[in-house]
């Protein structure tokens, strides 16, 4: 079981990134999948989530700027990053979970599988 995050890179202040979080080894389209973000010096944050039923979350941050969707056929998840700002620079890390309740999407500590991680910098 794995999820391989990528499409991270370095991006101009109001630029965009599709980041990709590619799973293998579990039957994604039962999961939960989340996305992350951790900045220098700062805990882990939620970014966004996406349950099996395509209903989504997102953090407040990032309202209106970033989507996320998922492609149950290819076992991919993405997220579409627009509008970037220099504090959005972080790693990100996609993760996953079969069984998460509702009040644990927020929280990483309701997923169980995670991705390495990708890191996004946003210069000024």
């Known amino acids: 079981v794995q999820l391989q995050a990528s499409g991270g890179g370095l991006v101009q202040a109001g630029g965009s990134l599709r980041l990709s979080c590619a799973a293998s080894g579990l039957t994604f389209r039962s999961y939960t999948l989340a996305w992350f973000r951790q900045a220098p010096g700062k805990e882990r944050e939620f970014v966004s989530a996406?349950?099996?039923?395509?209903?989504?979350y997102f953090a407040d941050s990032v309202k209106g700027r970033f989507t996320i969707s998922r492609d149950n056929a290819e076992s991919t998840g993405y997220l579409q990053m627009n509008s970037l700002k220099p504090e959005d620079t972080a790693v990100y890390y996609c993760?996953?979970?079969?069984?998460?309740?509702?009040?644990?999407?927020?929280?990483?500590?309701?997923?169980?599988?995670w991705g390495q991680g990708t890191l996004v910098t946003v210069s000024s």
């Open positions: 993760a996953a979970s079969a069984r998460i309740i509702l009040s644990n999407i927020y929280n990483a500590e309701g997923y169980n599988l």
């Open positions: 996406i349950r099996p039923s395509a209903h989504t």
